[in-house]
């Protein structure tokens, strides 16, 4: 039977977790977003794996959900991809799916039969009456002010970091977690088809990624270029690498940088890129995918971030991690703001940020490396 929505959210005062749902066998969790939002909800679907040691873990997601996770150990069992839906999707140019093949999708996952159904994905207007649809036995999320309910539910509200906020989703569902720190597997595949696009040498390796989804979150990348030549005066091997939209990008680093730099543009698997990202000593960039990836394989990083997004999902901790913020966060052409809306100039807004703090905290962050892996040796 279905439970009874309680009055209020699921945690009481002093937070403690709900009870754990008997019976359960499958559990769907819903988080159809970017690879940077899989990696910071990490800890509270580990927190679910621990909760639910025999239950399987169903990721609704999207294709390169199913990409990162295939062949490596995480807590979760399978991906099934979700339609394009409006207000739930991943950026893109291809239309929402029309209302008979989201019906279509959702009678196969409610015939798959969820005993427990997650929403990790924002404040519920879109995500829970999607999640609703499914059937399951108990629904969980977070629940914005106007937002249909689940049957547990915590509120949802501005400026909470994204890994607190899910862990607090999944207490509600009795899983109680308490590690920060996100983590991915590396396997050695991903080492070797690194390899095989950046071979390997003695030199202590830096990775710099000049690209993010949102073009606002983009640090000039001229200023990239100079901070990472700064490191190969230092012996550093730099390695310059983005997507296949990143070209110029890549190119305006390289200039930058004055001098002979590696650089690959598209010539990486996402498996291929973790393990690029696990082979470096550090990793320079911007709020993107792959800072969070880099972040979860344990490699140390330097992010410039907006306002906005420091909040949310920069790294929580800061012993090897240094974030750089843009207090303004407005556009580089028109000086609108990140949370006052979309200019739509695809220009900087994090441009604010002295070159200088950027190297400085660069150089401080690549000492400690360095003094810590001549520890280590």
């Not at 699921?10 to 819903?30: E, F, H, K, M, Y």
């Not at 901070?227 to 690498?241: G, Q, S």
């Not at 344990?298 to 790294?315: K, S």
């Not at 703090?357 to 003094?371: G, H, I, K, P």
Request: proline share 7%; hydrophobic share 40%; net charge negative.
């Amino acid at each position: 039977m279905p439970e009874t929505p309680p009055a209020g959210p699921a945690l009481d005062l002093p937070a403690q977790p709900g009870g754990v749902v008997p019976g359960v066998r499958r559990i769907a969790v819903l988080r159809a977003n970017g690879i940077g939002d899989y990696v910071v909800s990490e800890p509270a679907l580990s927190a679910l794996r621990e909760a639910y040691p025999d239950a399987e873990i169903t990721l609704l997601g999207a294709a390169h959900h199913a990409a990162l996770l295939a062949d490596r150990p995480s807590p979760v069992d399978r991906v099934v991809r979700l339609p394009l839906v409006s207000g739930v999707r991943v950026k893109s140019d291809v239309p929402d799916a029309t209302p008979e093949e989201l019906e279509a999708w959702c009678a196969e996952q409610r015939a798959y039969g969820y005993d427990l159904a997650v929403q990790l994905h924002g404040g519920g207007g879109n995500s829970n009456p999607l999640l609703l649809r499914l059937g399951a036995r108990v629904s969980v999320g977070a629940t914005a002010p106007g937002a249909p309910r689940t049957d547990r539910w915590v509120p949802y509200t501005s400026f909470q970091h994204d890994t607190v906020r899910w862990l607090e989703v999944v207490a509600a569902a009795g899983a109680w977690g308490t590690r920060l720190e996100p983590r991915l597997a590396v396997t050695a595949a991903d080492v070797e088809a690194s390899a095989s696009v950046v071979p390997r040498d003695d030199h202590p390796l830096v990775v710099v990624h000049p690209g993010a989804t949102d073009a606002r979150r983009c640090y000039p990348e001229d200023r990239l270029g100079r901070v990472a030549r700064a490191l190969a005066d230092d012996d550093a091997r730099v390695v310059v690498v983005g997507g296949p939209g990143d070209a110029e990008r890549v190119a305006r680093v390289a200039e930058g940088f004055d001098g002979e730099v590696e650089t690959v543009v598209g010539g990486l698997t996402l498996g291929g890129l973790v393990g690029l990202l696990a082979r470096a000593d550090l990793m320079i960039g911007n709020d993107s995918g792959p800072r969070h990836l880099a972040g979860a394989v344990g490699t140390p990083t330097v992010g410039v971030f907006t306002y906005a997004n420091l909040a949310d999902v920069a790294p929580l901790t800061r012993t090897w991690h240094r974030v750089l913020v843009s207090w303004h966060g407005g556009c580089e052409v028109c000086g609108m703001r990140v949370l006052d809306g979309w200019c739509g100039h695809h220009a900087s807004a994090t441009h604010d940020v002295p070159e200088s703090d950027v190297l400085d905290a660069t150089r401080e962050l690549w000492a400690q490396v360095r003094e810590a892996g001549r520890a280590r040796a």
